[in-house]
């Protein structure tokens, strides 16, 4: 009897062993991964003079933003009236192709979702997507053509940036020489798609692309976090050339009170240089260009 309490004593203390290596490792890769998201945040905000000095010391293998787009803030009156034309179109087109995708009512009792929920929930995107892929690659090549950005240009908080961090941290995200992240704080499911200078679109139907961009975090296909985030990332190295930013709101999850006017924040940086925007959306609006940027070899500059 005594040999049968002992050995449940080992095989007991094995376990519990076994599963404190298992949580100390997970803590310690979160942190690693931590530390590497708070260095580029430093990075960023290193001062002027430092910058330019890493800009020359690898001056022949750094890319830099040379110019960013213009932003609806920043038009006259003319402008601003010529913008709002270009968005009736889209207005107009979006709802010609019927690319409102239905609100989904997520009762609070179905706060845990199963493997199966999860399963279904994708399942129902890729039926959508099947059904709207050429409707939706159309409105994205008219949201493409525009040149004005609707995000505004915003500076963020120490303690904003810290939180954006442990979000792509906790979810394992990359970070890399470019790095786009898309924050909101609410059960809805945005996404965002990244035109690239190939001419390529990153979204969730084409995560990774020919040129090295790849989109590694996508939340909120099924409502299961009030603090989602995305992430599109090129680690090593970024092409030359224009890059625009999309956001669609894809779907309304009624849940906890989920409203249909969801705020975000967009995060873009590159090369150590970051800038922040902050935007809305409702339910039903077309995608919307955020920002836009131009990447160009050192030794192109004037």
Known sequence: ??????????????????FLILFLINRFRKRRELKQQLKLRNASRAPLSSM?????????????????????????????????QRQQRRVSQYSDLQLVMDELFIPDRDAVETEDE???????????????????????????????GTGISVRITEEEDRELMERLAREGGKSGVVQISLAWD????????????????????NRKSECGGELDVDMNVRP?????????????????GEYKIGVHFYRHHRKRRTKQTCQFRLRVVTYGQAKEYS??????DPM????????IKPDEEE
Not at 10 to 17: Q, T
Not at 52 to 78: A, E, K
Not at 195 to 204: A, K, N, Q, W
């Open 279 to 284: 935007g809305e959306l409702t339910h039903g």
């Open 186 to 205: 609410d059960y809805n499911d945005l996404d965002m798609h990244v035109f690239c200078p190939s001419g390529e679109r990153i979204y969730f139907n």
């Open 118 to 148: 999860e399963d279904e929930s994708l399942d129902d995107r890729s039926t959508w997507i099947a059904e709207n892929e050429d409707n939706l690659n159309a409105h994205a090549d008219l949201v493409a053509e525009e040149e004005v």
């Open 1 to 18: 009897m005594d040999e049968k309490i002992l050995l449940g004593v080992v095989i007991g203390g094995g376990s519990l062993l076994f």
């Open 52 to 84: 330019r000095s890493q800009r020359n010391d690898r001056r022949s293998t750094r890319r830099h933003v040379v110019s960013r787009g213009l932003q609806l803030d920043q038009l006259n009156d003319s402008a601003r009236d010529a913008y709002q």
């Open 288 to 295: 919307s260009m955020i920002t836009s940027f131009v990447l």
């Open 224 to 240: 299961k976090s009030k603090t989602p985030i995305e992430n599109v990332v090129w680690t090593d190295a970024a092409p030359d």
